[in-house]
């Protein structure tokens, strides 16, 4: 019997005592103040301090942590540094005599409204990081201390209305075996940090404080947001057992960082990273990515309210290619249209939009924009080892002018003296049946494929894959689809390029076998799957089946 349920946020069993997190509300009033130089004194007093609090928190992330995870404060030393920020509310403590506290929650207010609203999750969750910013300032302001999570003295569960970031790094891990908020979802800072620690999550959850008591035993199961509240013995039991299950097996795949995937046979794949944002690389070398296979590019324009700068976008792949160091990364070059909408990209509304304008068809029709993107990957070659992948291409024509393309971009950056690599493989993305159909011609002409299954399954059996009204159509084991890769991958060898996957069933662990019979060179798969398929590819006798 489930007692709760909510977002399962970070995945595995936590049995504890729960520890109810009573947020101290700061009572602010609105006052007004005689000595206006004074009272921005005071703010500029606890800026200083909250900068310094935040410095600590980043040191002692960045070693209890990682640096990715620590990178947070220093956004948020960057906030209480800016100008536009805390010059608002130096401006309104200056123009309406009002004390500093309460022209900080007002600000706080009013910028957090404006990410709530975004449509983008990402850009969401950053109104979390203002009020984050804004309790510390009101806090220090008023003089409040608040509950520590560093000095817990036996395990628990943590149950709160919501976890700053600040309150997830300071836990201490030994004594706080989970957690379980109000708010939240999969994408905010809290998951992901439960994530990279390790410690199971369930956020999202309603009315915990009339449900949780003090003291309670409670059983989390993080994979799927179940929540159980003074469990009896046979649940007890289960989760136990459960619980000890998933250690194992996260205990062994753990062992094999660090190792190959090979078949008990010798056949090797490699098990690469899916990633969206720079961001993300870090779980895939957390979890030991032989590479990166697709770094999904429109992500950077998506969180962006105009086409990001040459600038931006060279940084963002610099970033990458740098941590991965002489690892493969390959990049995919903007695809959008289908589900994925940019407001500042104009496209038609269209009666079929996976049909119609999107990813290499914008590219090749708005060449400024697709130059401006290829500028700044070459640029960024020179950091590490950078494939360019061009999605969607259905016709040889397509991949002819995109290499054109790319050829006088590399043309124009030699006339300017700018460096760049000359080692950079470009590929094709396989997503339509057309393409799997010519993929004989494709590959005299591509340095390598990586098979799109998310969309050749849809293509291929014509069942759109947003359509939850026919998703059990959907289905890439359909022979037609398996037949499609079986016959990529073919052509793709007698080429002499190497092939892979990845759309989502590279991680499918029923496919795997099945795969490396067809002789795929690669798998690319999000980094949580990395180990789990490496571990499949490490059982695979080929000989024996
Ligand atoms: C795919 O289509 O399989 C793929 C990886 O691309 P996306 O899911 O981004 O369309
Ligand atoms: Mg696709």
Aim: net charge negative; proline share 3%; glycine share 6%.
């Amino acid at each position: 019997m489930i007692n709760l349920k909510g977002i399962g946020a970070s995945k595995g069993v936590a049995i504890g005592k729960a520890f109810i997190v009573k947020e101290q509300l700061a009572v602010i009033n609105k006052k007004l103040i005689q000595n206006v130089d004074a009272e921005i004194k005071r703010l500029e007093n606890a800026q200083e301090e909250a900068i310094i609090q935040l410095r600590k928190l980043q040191e002692h992330t960045l070693d209890s942590v990682g640096e990715e995870e620590s990178l947070i404060f220093e956004v948020h030393q960057m906030i209480l540094q800016d100008e536009d920020f805390i010059g608002r509310i130096k401006e309104i403590i200056r123009t309406e005599s009002v004390n500093a506290e309460y022209v900080v929650q007002c600000t706080s207010d009013e910028y957090s409204k404006i990410f709530d609203e975004m449509e983008d999750p990402y850009m969401k969750e950053r109104a979390a990081d203002i009020r984050d910013i804004s309790k510390r300032l009101i806090d220090i302001l008023i003089g409040i201390k608040g509950q520590s999570l560093s000095q817990l003295d036996r395990p628990a569960i943590i149950v709160a209305k919501d976890l700053w970031p600040s309150d997830t790094v300071q836990m201490d891990k030994k004594n706080v075996v989970g957690f379980i908020t109000e708010e939240g979802a999969k994408t905010s800072h809290t998951a992901i940090l439960a994530r990279t620690m390790q410690i199971p999550a369930v956020v999202g959850v309603r009315d915990i404080f009339a449900s949780i008591k003090k003291g309670e035993e409670i059983i989390i199961d993080g994979a799927e947001g179940n929540i159980f509240i003074n469990p009896d013995e046979n649940i007890r039991n289960h989760w136990l057992e459960n619980q000890k299950e998933y250690k194992d097996a996260l205990e062994k795949l753990n062992r094999l960082k660090g190792t190959k995937s090979i078949t008990k046979d010798g056949i090797e794949v490699k098990v690469n990273a899916n990633i969206g944002m720079p961001e993300d690389v870090e779980m895939a070398l957390e979890n030991d990515a032989e590479g990166i296979g697709l770094f999904r590019s429109e992500f950077l324009y998506m969180n962006s309210d105009k086409i990001p700068s040459e600038e931006v976008q060279f940084k963002a792949y610099k970033k990458v290619l740098e941590k991965m160091q002489d690892k493969p990364v390959i990049i995919r070059t903007l695809d959008i249209g289908g589900d994925k909408e940019i407001k500042y990209i104009k496209i038609p509304k269209e009666e079929n939009p996976f049909l119609g304008y999107r990813a290499i068809r914008i590219s090749l029709d708005q060449v400024d924009l697709f130059k401006t993107q290829l500028r700044a990957l070459l640029r960024a070659s020179i950091y590490g080892n950078l494939g360019i992948m061009f999605p969607m291409i259905s016709t040889l024509e397509e991949l002819r002018r995109a290499k054109i393309i790319l050829a006088e971009v590399k043309k124009d950056l030699t006339n300017e003296k700018i460096p760049f690599s000359s080692q950079v493989e470009v590929g094709i993305m396989i997503e339509t049946p057309a393409a799997a159909l010519i993929s004989d011609e494709l590959a005299k002409e591509a340095d390598f494929f990586s098979i799109g299954t998310n969309d050749l399954t849809q293509y291929t059996i014509a069942v759109d894959r947003m359509n939850a009204q026919v998703a059990y159509l959907y289905d890439t084991h359909h022979p037609a689809v398996l037949k499609l890769i079986e016959l990529v991958i073919k052509n793709g060898h007698k080429e002499n390029i190497w092939v892979g996957i990845c759309g989502e069933a590279a991680a499918d662990l029923t496919l795997t076998e099945k795969f490396v019979a067809m002789g795929i060179d690669e798998l690319s798969v999000s980094a949580s799957s990395i180990l789990e398929i490496r571990q499949k590819i490490q059982g695979i006798d080929l000989k024996k089946s």
